[in-house]
């Protein structure tokens, strides 16, 4: 029914950029909050960024504030997260979710609060 599919992950140096992209299945696109977690070896899955369903709303984990840009192309089906001034710690398994957030701004930053998720996408970031 929803079905994200991660790509655009990849090698990058310290400094550098990669933008993932998330290409959502079906006709109701729209109506999904979208968020990006990552999870890196022995670690437990981390928020990274989210998109309200319209567009208006957008929240990052700490660790990223001012280096990642998340957008949506309704157009599309897609959502985008632009990744820049990597650092090695941004290495990790990024995946791509999708749900409805009913309570948006309680809720966003909780992995188990998505119901649908891609098949992930390395990003490994070299020093």
């Known amino acids: 029914q929803v079905q994200p599919v991660e790509s655009g992950g990849g090698w990058a140096q310290a400094g550098g950029s990669l933008k993932l992209s998330c290409v959502v299945s079906?006709?109701?696109?729209?109506?999904?909050?979208m968020g990006w977690f990552r999870q890196a070896p022995g670690k437990e899955r981390e928020f990274v960024a989210v998109?309200?369903?319209?567009?208006?709303?957008?929240y990052y984990g700490d660790s990223v504030k001012g280096r990642f840009t998340i957008s949506r192309d309704a157009a599309k089906n897609t959502v985008s997260m632009q990744m820049s001034s990597l650092k090695a710690e941004d290495t990790a398994v990024y995946y791509c979710?999708?749900?409805?957030?009913?309570?948006?701004?309680?809720?966003?930053?909780?992995?188990?609060?998505?119901?649908?998720w891609g098949q992930g996408t390395q990003v490994t970031v070299s020093s």
């Open positions: 998109v309200s369903w319209n567009g208006g709303s957008t």
């Open positions: 079906g006709h109701s696109f729209s109506a999904y909050d």
């Open positions: 979710a999708a749900s409805r957030l009913w309570n948006f701004d309680s809720d966003y930053g909780r992995s188990s609060n998505y119901a649908h």
